[in-house]
């Protein structure tokens, strides 16, 4: 035969035999109506047992690549062939994501939105999720109500006052699988084709995505250290929504002070907009207590997001949305319309992880590590880079943007990837590092690699 078989194999030694005859069949290297060796002359030839044979042969059978004819034996099937059609390699395939896997292991990433996962206490998880899990009633583990579980939203609206000054009532909660479903549900809500969207520029490309998919229309509004610059909202626009970052603006870091808060609430109302305030992770404020929302000033106008991605590890895909009373039956239609609930029992975990002050606890101590992680990045950079530069948006949050006094060499971008640091270069020649992921000795090398980068793409040696 023109293949054998590997007896060390983790792929069941039928499927090997069956994959075989399946490429060949696929490819037309077996023509229709080539005759199939006997299932006993095969296990000879392949050194198996002839139950494996059968096996691969009853596959082959089942899937429509070859007809039995009694008596007669097998052959292969008509209109099997694929034009076009190339076989796989498995094999080669998990070789090759494995070197992208140590390379990437390699590469020091200054990625932002990745809280430092290793002190997660997990032991304190596992343990709430056990007791959860042992301790489920029936009704718990069939559908739940499609706006989350109604314990962790009460908790969840009294974490909120007390944090962030949102006004809510539970029912007014709808928790989601993170902010990004959050945010794609309430766009769906809000938007049809050819509406017209504000957006921060620069801002997160994924929410333009979402904003884009509706077939809105964008109007960007330029930001600057204090976030959106609000005087300039377009005049002769009736805008549906208007999404901003106003307690950390992404990507700059700007906190927006009272005075453009209340312009653009003012302009939400003359406008009937919706403002979507996205609260990504600014309950890391550095410089004193987190800063209150958006939504504290206008509950009628302000839809405010968050999710637990940065505060507790991302895989946890839990974030919620709080809505003006008229928008909630809407949301849960299409949330339930969406994927009926996020998961039950994470969510009766995270009721009893913040009810029993695990939270609360967990963000105090990462906001002392944050700020020490902030100031060995400061640190490094000064002594490290020679270009001039300013540190912007460094009072909150899991990133800092480097803005550089002069123009990026030409080279910097095959540099940064000779030395093998992975950076986001933001236009005006300005750089947007994420740290809260790296411990210092990582931080360190990484800003190395930078001004290594930086002088050779500017062909300094």
Known sequence: ?????????????????????????????????????????????????????????????????????QGAGSYVAEGARLLGYRPANPRKLAENEHAGADSAEDVISFRTGLPAVDLFPL??????????????????????????????RR???????????????????????GAVQALDLI???????????????????????????????????????????????????MPRCIYVTPSHQFPLGGIMPIQRRIELVEYARCCGSYILEDDYDSEFRFDGAPVHSLQSLCTERVIYI????????????IGYMVLPEPLVPLCRKLKKLTDYQTPSLDQL??????????????????KKLYRKRREKLVEALHKVVDMSFRVCGKAAGLHMVIEFKHPFPEGLSDALLEQQVAVTVLPDNRMLLGYGHLN????????????RALQVGAGVS
Request: aromatic share 8%; charged share 25%.
């Open 1 to 69: 035969m023109w293949f054998s078989i590997d007896k060390q194999s983790r792929l069941p030694m039928f499927r090997q035999v069956f994959e075989a005859f399946r490429d060949a069949i696929l490819s037309g290297r077996l023509p229709a109506g080539y005759k199939l060796p006997s299932t006993r002359e095969l296990a000879g030839e392949l050194h198996v047992s002839r139950n494996v044979i059968l096996e691969a042969y009853e596959l082959l059978l089942a899937e429509g690549y070859i007809t039995g004819r």
């Open 123 to 152: 032991k304190q998880w596992g343990a709430l999720l056990q007791s959860v899990c042992m301790e489920a009633s029936t009704s718990q583990l069939d559908y739940g109500d499609c706006s989350g579980n109604p314990e962790l």
């Open 155 to 177: 908790i969840l609206a009294d974490y909120l006052w007390r944090m962030r000054g949102v006004i809510a009532k539970p029912e007014q909660i709808l928790v989601t699988n």
């Open 187 to 237: 766009v769906r809500a809000l938007l049809a084709d050819g509406d017209e969207a504000v957006v921060e520029d620069p801002s997160n490309e994924d929410l333009r995505t979402i904003l884009t998919s509706t077939g809105a229309v964008l109007h960007r509004i330029p930001v600057d250290d204090s976030g959106m610059l609000t005087q300039s909202l377009p005049a002769d626009s």
């Open 306 to 317: 968050g999710t637990f991605s940065k505060i507790m590890f991302p895989s946890l895909r």
């Open 349 to 366: 975990a995270l009721a009893r992880f913040m009810e029993a002050g695990y939270l609360n606890t967990h963000i105090l101590k990462m």
């Open 440 to 451: 210092e000795e990582q931080i360190e090398e990484g800003v190395s690699r930078i001004g």
